[in-house]
């Protein structure tokens, strides 16, 4: 969970990280006209349609800012909310709400744009076994929430760093010298529980790591008919996993060359965010 403890460890140096981005010395707007230490609330409206995402790094924003800040709310990420729903109501003293009000809904719009589009490829594909993937391309300093926003949108995670796993793209190919020596030399250095991926991107490279036993072979920029050859030859031999030129419109083709996972960096670094504004702000004492 994205508030729970083990999230809140890893993310607040993240929010913190933003805030002092936003607010270097001061928030000198907010002490011009609140000198005063007074309580408020403000409504956290939808202005568009979407999967909600992201409301506990929302509410981090503010308790960062406030310890007894709090934020009321009917719905949960992953929950799809409509054109003008008030989401919920954020209480705390009126400087960390008007402080933490646009940091809080940069990640809350980021991530829910993110959750909404993945929602949208995810239904695509609930017809086929291939399994939607985000990628490693994400928004530096972002990438816990928006790969937690994938999940909430119906995606799966690949591998959440190069600590995470081993993929051999072309480069380290190239390192190594070929795709047989790549793989020979990943499974000499990685632990045997790891499973090897390796990149091709022709139909012989494909039959290389099929006799060199990669445990996944990607199929990168492939067309339909070259894919197809491809997973016709690995036959069950290893998991196929496409890669490259995904779109929603060529999702139900992918799936229906039989592919085992899709991968789309497009998710995350294509997304449009969510609009959805902090409104009505109202003192309390």
Same mark, same amino acid.
Request: glycine residues 8%; hydrophobic residues 40%.
């Given at each position: 969970?994205?508030?729970?403890? %083990? ?6 140096? $993240? ?8 607010? %270097? ?7 011009a ?13 939808c @202005? ?15 308790t960062? /800012? ?40 940069? $990640? ?7 959750a909404t ?17 985000? &990628?490693?391309? %994400? &928004? ?8 937690y ?19 051999? @793209? ?9 795709? &047989?020596?790549?793989i020979?030399?990943? @499974?000499? $250095?990685?632990?045997?529980v ?6 091709t991107? +022709? ?16 199929l ?5 008919? &070259?894919?197809?050859?491809?997973? @016709? ?25 039989g592919?085992d ?6 998710? +995350? ?14 003192? /309390?004492d």
């Amino acid at each position: 969970m994205i508030n729970g403890v %083990t999230m809140r460890i890893n993310t607040d140096e $993240y929010i913190l990280n933003a805030l002092r981005e936003d607010i %270097t010395s001061e928030d000198v707007s907010t002490n011009a006209v609140m000198p005063e230490n007074r309580q408020g609330k403000a409504e956290l409206i939808c @202005k568009q349609s979407g999967i909600i995402c992201g409301l506990g790094v929302f509410e981090r924003t503010f308790t960062l /800012l406030d310890s007894k800040a709090h934020f009321e709310t009917a719905v949960n990420d992953g929950d799809f909310v409509q054109k003008g729903q008030i989401i919920g109501i954020i209480y705390g003293s009126i400087s960390a709400i008007l402080s933490g009000e646009r940091t809080g809904l940069n $990640y809350l719009q980021r991530m829910s744009g993110i959750a909404t589009m993945t929602r949208e490829y995810a239904d695509v594909l609930k017809e086929y076994k291939t399994i939607l993937l985000d &990628t490693r391309k %994400t &928004t530096p300093n972002m990438r816990p929430f928006e790969k937690y926003a994938v999940k909430m949108g119906g995606g799966t995670n690949h591998r959440y760093n190069l600590s995470d796993g081993v993929l051999l @793209k072309d480069n380290h190919i190239g390192a190594a010298g070929s795709v &047989t020596k790549a793989i020979e030399m990943a @499974k000499k $250095y990685a632990p045997f529980v790891r499973k090897i991926e390796i990149e091709t991107e +022709t139909l012989e490279q494909v039959e290389e790591a099929i006799t060199a036993g990669a445990d996944i072979i990607m199929l990168d920029n492939m067309d339909n008919d &070259t894919m197809k050859k491809a997973v @016709k030859m690995i036959g069950g031999k290893a998991q196929t996993e496409c890669s490259g030129n995904v779109t929603k419109e060529r999702l139900r083709e992918i799936a229906e060359i039989g592919v085992d996972f899709v991968s789309c960096g497009a998710l +995350t670094h294509s997304a449009p965010v969510m609009d959805i504004s902090l409104k009505n702000l109202k003192v /309390l004492d």
